[in-house]
């Protein structure tokens, strides 16, 4: 899949091919099905004996992805949810076992550049950031309501941002003038505490993008819900199933990585990919979104049996 006439193209789509090796007749379980890039290269993989399942909290991105496979030939079954429903979206759709679970941790494209998502300083928005409207906090209730010294926390834990203290403070001492409540009012706010102008040749990146990451993630508790996919992943898996998951910062990549690993150390896991799958030159030309991208891939071995 060279391109997305959506202006989506998923990353690291040829080496999701050729490490999973998905098979017709297996069963996928698509944890961020999304606007369903991935999913149809497992759905023409699996042909018309396979079933995909797909899950998604962003109900506009299921309705894309609905429509991109209805004409699939494999059973396809998508349903919003998050990571932590996976025990009951599978016993919804009568399915035990799988022998894919697949995560790409990415927001999409097209959830960027709405601004009524809030999830861009790109063009101004209210400061949301949900992706699932099912939730009640948004990123406005986070930068008016926490105490300085918890929203810098938020900051450093979920984005490294070494800078969280002095942006931290420089919110709380806005706020106080009144809320924050678009992008462009926080981006400001935090080019100010950071004193840099982010039109300047020297910025290289804006000096918003880690706070934007940090809130986006608490907005939707993107951590703790990887977490939970991880603890489910082996209970959910074939024998010889694969489970695989695209990060796109450590933060991400971290639980993953060490997962694996303990799970390896148990017995439970085979990992595949040593090192982390990253995109070669082509796709980081092509796809700029891919360029921090990195694939680890684990096999489930098969369960000991009693003598």
Same mark, same amino acid.
């Not at 998502?117 to 949301?128: T, V």
């Not at 929203?151 to 203290?165: F, G, I, T």
């Not at 082996?234 to 024998?239: A, F, H, I, K």
């Given at each position: 899949?060279?391109?997305?006439?959506?202006?989506?193209?998923?990353?690291?789509?040829?080496?999701?091919?050729?490490?999973?090796?998905?098979?017709?007749?297996?069963?996928?379980?698509?944890?961020?099905?999304?606007?369903?890039?991935?999913?149809?290269?497992?759905?023409?993989?699996?042909?018309?004996?396979?079933?995909?399942?797909?899950?998604?909290?962003?109900? $506009? !991105?299921? @309705? %894309?992805? #609905?429509?991109?496979?209805?004409? &699939?030939?494999?059973? *396809?079954?998508?349903? =919003?949810?998050?990571?932590?429903?996976?025990?009951?979206?599978? $016993? !919804?759709? @009568? %399915?035990? #076992?799988?022998?894919?679970?697949? &995560?790409?941790?990415? *927001?999409?494209?097209? =959830?960027?550049?709405?601004?009524?998502?809030?999830?861009?300083?790109?063009?101004?928005?209210?400061?949301?950031?949900?992706?699932?409207?099912?939730?009640?906090?948004?990123?406005?209730?986070?930068?008016?309501?926490?105490?300085?010294?918890?929203?810098?926390?938020?900051?450093?834990?979920?984005?490294?941002?070494?800078?969280?203290?002095?942006?931290?403070?420089?919110?709380?001492?806005?706020?106080?003038?009144?809320?924050?409540?678009?992008?462009?009012?926080?981006?400001?706010?935090?080019?100010?505490?950071?004193?840099?102008?982010?039109?300047?040749?020297?910025?290289?990146?804006?000096?918003?993008?880690?706070?934007?990451?940090?809130?986006?993630?608490?907005?939707?508790?993107?951590?703790?819900?990887?977490?939970?996919?991880?603890?489910?992943?082996?209970?959910?898996?074939?024998?010889?199933?694969?489970?695989?998951?695209?990060?796109?910062?450590?933060?991400?990549?971290?639980?993953?990585?060490?997962?694996?690993?303990?799970?390896?150390?148990?017995?439970?896991?085979?990992?595949?990919?040593?090192?982390?799958?990253?995109?070669?030159?082509?796709?980081?030309?092509?796809?700029?979104?891919?360029?921090?991208?990195?694939?680890?891939?684990?096999?489930?071995?098969?369960?000991?049996?009693?003598?």
């Amino acid at each position: 899949m060279e391109g997305d006439p959506l202006g989506h193209t998923p990353v690291l789509a040829r080496q999701v091919c050729e490490l999973f090796e998905v098979r017709p007749g297996e069963t996928v379980l698509d944890c961020t099905v999304g606007l369903g890039g991935h999913a149809c290269l497992f759905a023409e993989a699996l042909a018309d004996t396979g079933t995909l399942i797909g899950i998604d909290v962003d109900p $506009e !991105s299921l @309705d %894309v992805a #609905r429509e991109r496979l209805s004409q &699939a030939g494999c059973r *396809v079954e998508l349903l =919003q949810a998050n990571f932590a429903e996976v025990r009951e979206v599978l $016993e !919804s759709v @009568d %399915v035990s #076992r799988v022998d894919v679970v697949f &995560a790409d941790l990415g *927001v999409s494209s097209p =959830q960027l550049d709405m601004p009524a998502r809030g999830f861009s300083f790109q063009r101004d928005g209210p400061l949301d950031m949900r992706m699932d409207p099912r939730l009640t906090v948004t990123a406005a209730d986070l930068v008016n309501r926490l105490k300085e010294r918890e929203l810098s926390d938020v900051l450093y834990y979920n984005a490294q941002e070494m800078a969280s203290r002095r942006i931290s403070r420089q919110i709380c001492q806005v706020r106080r003038e009144g809320r924050i409540t678009t992008t462009a009012r926080l981006a400001k706010v935090v080019a100010d505490a950071l004193k840099v102008d982010p039109e300047s040749r020297k910025s290289k990146i804006h000096p918003a993008t880690r706070t934007f990451q940090a809130l986006r993630m608490e907005v939707n508790s993107e951590i703790q819900r990887l977490e939970q996919l991880l603890a489910v992943a082996p209970d959910v898996l074939n024998p010889q199933g694969r489970i695989g998951v695209i990060a796109f910062h450590s933060v991400e990549d971290k639980p993953v990585k060490m997962d694996f690993r303990r799970r390896k150390a148990e017995g439970v896991y085979s990992i595949l990919t040593k090192k982390p799958v990253v995109a070669d030159t082509d796709e980081r030309r092509s796809n700029p979104r891919s360029r921090s991208a990195k694939l680890r891939v684990a096999v489930r071995m098969p369960e000991e049996r009693p003598m």
